[in-house]
């Protein structure tokens, strides 16, 4: 970590009023570890819009598995991207239901354009790409 400075913030007294419930209600002790991490969360978030930076996150997946050749067809798409993809996690919900966390890695706009491929298959029921970092810039 490099040295640490220390800033003075004007802001709106309700403001700040909603700032402390919302970061109380987190399990935040002290402002300036949720001010840290508001910005750190947008650091994050500017990264991912870069299509060339390095980025991690995981895929969730919601599927039924007797939707005819779409566990063969995630399967598929999932090893037409084994560099990106690390891991994958499947738990078997109930009778029908499959969810599935996928760790993916590389470039964002081809992390991107894996999730959407996966997220949008027919049968698909929800999924949702949830952006992280890997922490190296951070
Ligand atoms: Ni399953």
Not at 49 to 71: A, F, I
Not at 102 to 124: P, Q, Y
């Amino acid at each position: 970590m490099s040295e640490l400075s220390r800033i003075g913030v004007a802001i709106d007294s309700n403001l700040l009023a909603k700032f402390d419930a919302l970061i109380a209600k987190r399990g935040y002790t002290n402002r300036s570890e949720a001010f840290r991490d508001l910005i750190r969360d947008e650091l994050v978030e500017t990264a991912w819009e870069k299509p060339d930076s390095q980025v991690v996150g995981t895929v969730t997946l919601v599927y039924d598995h007797h939707v005819r050749m779409l566990s063969e067809k995630l399967t598929d798409m999932q090893h037409d991207h084994f560099h990106q993809i690390l891991s994958t996690l499947h738990v078997h919900l109930d009778h029908d239901n499959c969810l599935e966390v996928l760790v993916v890695r590389g470039k964002a706009s081809a992390v991107k354009k894996i999730a959407d491929a996966l997220i949008s298959t027919k049968g698909v029921k929800h999924g949702r790409l949830t952006i992280t970092t890997t922490g190296s810039e951070l």
